[in-house]
């Protein structure tokens, strides 16, 4: 069984689920495949992994050492096994432990958690509305989206998640939980929550629906400043945050005098929804990121133009707006959270000097993976290459450096938890930026009463000093 690569993209994120690079072609129409032909292709699988990824577009031989051994172990385990084994399950299996040594982000996924991929990476499907982590071997809430059966339920950041319906959630990878929670519009599924402080988990029942991530929310602070937060990297991105600007632009008195864009627990996505909004503050034709892995068909450079952010799109959604966004005045938050795309962005924005970056050292995820359709409808999705800002600076395990260190205070510094896995060395960096962070806003300013979400509406320290920042910026220039 061969892997097809025609019309493939690569992807930047972590476990978050919207990490697919559009629909991907298959190589062949889809049919029933023997056990034999499963068994030689984890083998081949398996033996790929072995040499590395930059001999992906070329078949392993089958007459190789490495594939006849693996063929042959999965055929014992298969015929002398005390009891019957799920061939499927029995591949997956073979192919995911290789994967797991060798990061936290290349997988194996079967044909069910590919397709869930795929619609996320659309940014519309069926089920609840919240991304999830697993911590302590169960999972739990990193975010409930707005205007979904999750937050109208009252789900919040760190409940943990014990029992879906009658089953029990411990053990289960993040992938099975979520296969659990999804389901048909309308119809219905319990969850027990544990929530810290209570002693009883609260039993919450929820109607599923079909989810449309809203990825961009924004509003006017001050009648001349907007604000844009952006919470992941999907393909309607750019778009969204596009149409966001254009009608932000409106309601100012006169045009903008600066822009908050919000990074903040962003755990990644498309570099191309990254490459999309770098371009629309970036000069045309700057370089955004680029890549390098172990051979030639890992390397990438992108630039902020047409062809490397619309994917074939016949309209440019950044034609329309002012000329003036490539100058207004901007300052980019960030966390330990934001990562992957996000670092793409605050890198590219950093590095051209066109944003002041505010927050705490970022997350540290800068490796890109590529997924390998299969005619079965799985796919292999690999680590293939480390990207790097326009100024050749490596992200992966050390994360942008804030050019103002603010430390979150209140309610906003615990609003969410880590969205991707932990690295030692990005533990370590972060360790250091909290050494120096800044401990306390000198200028604050709640934002209107009724706008917002009752956190937003807290005392935002790091929003405030990007806004102390902008009017200083705006003063001076005057």
């Avoid at 400043?225 to 632009?249: R, S």
Wanted: aromatic letters at 4%.
């Amino acid at each position: 069984m061969k892997p097809s690569f025609q019309g493939i993209d690569p992807l930047t994120s972590g476990d978050s689920g919207a990490d697919v690079e559009g629909q991907v072609r298959l190589a062949h129409p889809r049919g029933r495949t023997a056990l034999g032909q499963r068994v030689r292709l984890a083998a081949a699988l398996v033996a790929l992994l072995c040499v590395g990824p930059s001999v992906a577009a070329d078949p392993v031989p089958p007459q190789s050492d490495a594939v006849r051994r693996v063929v042959e172990i999965l055929e014992q385990i298969r015929s002398r096994y005390v009891e019957p084994i799920d061939e499927r399950k029995m591949v997956s299996d073979a192919v995911n432990g290789v994967l797991k040594g060798l990061d936290p982000y290349s997988k194996y996924l079967d044909p069910a958690a590919f397709k869930k991929m795929q619609a996320e990476n659309r940014g519309r499907y069926g089920g609840l509305g919240m991304e999830l982590r697993i911590d302590k071997g169960l999972p739990t809430v990193v975010a409930a989206y707005d205007d979904t059966p999750a937050q109208r339920a009252g789900v919040m950041p760190g409940d943990r998640i014990s029992r879906i319906d009658d089953n029990t959630t411990e053990g289960l990878s993040l992938e099975q939980v979520i296969q659990r929670m999804r389901g048909e519009p309308d119809s219905r599924v319990s969850l027990a929550v544990l929530r810290e402080g209570e002693a009883e988990p609260r039993v919450l029942t929820l109607v599923r629906a079909v989810i449309q991530w809203q990825s961009v929310r924004s509003r006017l602070i001050e009648h001349d400043y907007g604000y844009l937060k952006l919470t992941h990297f999907q393909e309607q991105t750019p778009l969204m945050m596009a149409g966001a600007l254009e009608q932000l632009w409106k309601q100012g008195d006169h045009g903008l005098a600066g822009i908050v864009l919000d990074l903040r627990d962003n755990p990644g996505g498309l570099i191309t929804a990254a490459v999309g909004v770098s371009a629309a503050f970036l000069p045309n034709d700057a370089p955004v990121v680029f890549a390098d892995g172990a051979g030639e068909s890992s390397k990438m450079r992108r630039y902020a133009k047409r062809e490397d952010y619309l994917r074939g799109r016949a309209e440019d959604y950044l034609a329309g707006l002012p000329a003036e966004v490539k100058s207004v005045p901007l300052v980019v938050l960030v966390n330990r959270n934001s990562a992957s795309a996000s670092e793409i962005v605050a890198g590219a924005l950093q590095d051209h000097k066109r944003a002041t970056i505010l927050g705490t050292q970022t997350y540290g995820k800068g490796s890109i993976q590529q997924i390998i359709p299969f005619d079965d409808g799985s796919g292999l999705k690999i680590t293939t290459s480390y990207y790097y800002t326009p100024a050749g600076n490596k992200v992966h395990g050390k994360g942008i450096t804030p050019d103002v260190i603010v430390e979150a205070q209140g309610p906003a510094a615990n609003k969410l938890t880590d969205a991707v896995p932990a690295l030692p060395e990005a533990d370590a960096q972060l360790t250091k930026a909290d050494a120096q962070a800044t401990p306390k806003c000198s200028h604050l300013l709640r934002t209107a009463a009724g706008e917002g979400t009752d956190a937003e509406q807290e005392v935002d320290c790091q929003l405030e000093e990007a806004l102390h920042l902008l009017r200083e910026r705006t003063a001076h220039k005057s």
